[in-house]
């Protein structure tokens, strides 16, 4: 069963170029070009705390923005889970996990129902952690969940640090989609 949980999508529109490939029984081996440095920082915290084996290569009119592009990435990488899950028997199914980081604490739970719903509880003090703008974080994750069809619940329990909240969602969100993803050997 673990070598057919793979998906890949190529998404090509007027603004972006994008290719994912995913293995949700891989390793955390990863290989990340989206143009948008903060945003590959996270997508490498997914692979690595999600075990999850990542290729995204993008380019995009970031020379406009990186709306665009963070959105497709999140579109391509929502689609290719939804299809390395196929039809979703034999999983655990729920997933949650509390991450933290420093001061900030995130949890995120995950449904891998196919209706997708995400509840975004985030408050992010910053509009920018470098060069990335911090409304992008929910955009990116809309984009996932829509495409995915998972519902998912992300609350701030506690943060006051623009990075170390962002960064702790998305560990936490790899942390919770590794446990909603893995089979469950009593179901199976």
Do not use: W
Request: charged share 20%.
């Amino acid at each position: 069963m673990t070598s057919a949980r793979k998906g890949e999508i190529h998404r090509v529109t007027g603004e972006t170029n994008v290719h994912v490939c995913i293995d949700i029984d891989g390793h955390g081996k990863c290989e990340i070009n989206t143009g948008i440095a903060f945003l590959d920082h996270m997508l490498h915290q997914i692979a690595s705390h999600g075990l999850i084996d990542l290729q995204i290569t993008a380019k995009g009119d970031t020379h406009i923005d990186d709306h665009h592009t963070n959105e497709d990435v999140g579109i391509a990488f929502g689609q290719a889970l939804s299809k390395a899950l196929g039809d979703r028997k034999g999983i655990n199914r729920f997933g949650h996990f509390v991450a933290p980081l420093d001061e900030a604490l995130i949890q995120v739970i995950i449904d891998c129902s196919g209706r997708p719903h995400l509840e975004f509880g985030l408050n992010i003090p910053t509009e920018r952690i470098g060069n990335y703008e911090t409304e992008l974080v929910k955009e990116f994750f809309i984009a996932v969940i829509n495409n995915s069809g998972l519902t998912m619940h992300i609350r701030q329990l506690n943060g006051t640090n623009s990075h170390h909240i962002v960064e702790a969602c998305f560990k936490a969100f790899s942390r919770a989609i590794r446990m909603a993803t893995e089979i469950d050997i009593r179901r199976s």
